[in-house]
């Protein structure tokens, strides 16, 4: 069964405290992975996406990564503007159009 | 700037009463998700369609959801009767196919009680 794992389910920093969550995954055959932001009231909002293992987007502050297991974004020297819900989903290999998310990572940036 | 719509924003209803929630996708894109999302089990796909065909529905309860798309700019998802434990965020998606994967867009969902 594909399986999407984030960790850790929560992550306070301080504002310039650089760090990373993970997104492991178990999929027949990854098609994409992608990575997405929710705030509180809000619905998900497109980050990045990742086809291949070795592939890295950046966007600000933000770097994802990907290797054949897991993905990483990466937060460098963040600010309370960063913090939010950080939803990792991928796209099985099936040949159909199912994303699948993971549970999240809600991250505190302390002023 | 192009956005999901949904309708409403929030319901609260009361047991074995019927809802219908309401999504207008963004114009052109022509996949459509409906998820589920519980403090609980996160973000559920319930169902989705392309080219306003459904392509699956096994996230639902069949029983007592449905979900269909009469047009090109209407998705409705609908509980009959609705039960406490269907409490949730609902959220509708729309699809832009890009590098042969869909990126999607989310609207602000409906925050939907049942007492």
């Known amino acids: 069964e594909d399986q999407v794992t984030q960790s850790p389910e929560a992550l306070r920093l301080q504002e310039g405290e650089s760090s990373s969550l993970n997104c492991s995954y178990t999929?027949?055959?990854?098609?994409?992975l992608f990575w997405y932001r929710q705030d509180p009231g809000k619905g998900p909002e497109f980050l990045f996406t990742?086809?291949?293992a070795g592939e890295e987007k950046e966007k600000e502050r933000l770097k994802a990564t990907l290797t054949k297991k897991e993905s990483f974004l990466h937060i460098t020297a963040p600010k309370p503007e960063d913090s939010a819900t950080y939803l990792c989903?991928?796209?099985?290999?099936?040949?159909?159009?199912?994303?699948?998310f993971g549970a999240g990572t809600r991250l505190f940036v302390k002023a | 700037d192009a956005r999901v719509t949904q309708t409403p924003r929030h319901k609260v209803t009361e047991m074995g009463q019927e809802v219908t929630m309401r999504c207008q996708p963004i114009?052109?894109?022509?996949?459509v998700f409906w998820y589920r999302q519980t403090m609980m089990q996160g973000l559920e796909l319930l169902a989705y369609?392309?080219?306003?065909?459904?392509?699956?529905d096994s996230g639902m309860p069949k029983d007592r959801f449905s979900a269909e798309m009469p047009d090109a700019t209407l998705a409705t998802l609908k509980i009959q009767p609705s039960e406490p434990r269907d409490s949730a965020v609902y959220f509708c998606?729309?699809?832009?196919?890009?590098?042969?994967?869909?990126?999607?867009?989310f609207g602000s969902g409906t925050q939907l009680s049942v007492l």
């Open positions: 114009l052109g894109h022509n996949t």
């Open positions: 998606a729309s699809g832009l196919r890009t590098g042969g994967v869909e990126k999607l867009f």
């Open positions: 989903a991928v796209l099985e290999g099936a040949g159909g159009f199912k994303t699948i």
């Open positions: 369609f392309r080219n306003r065909a459904p392509l699956d």
């Open positions: 990742l086809y291949s």
């Open positions: 999929v027949s055959g990854l098609r994409g």
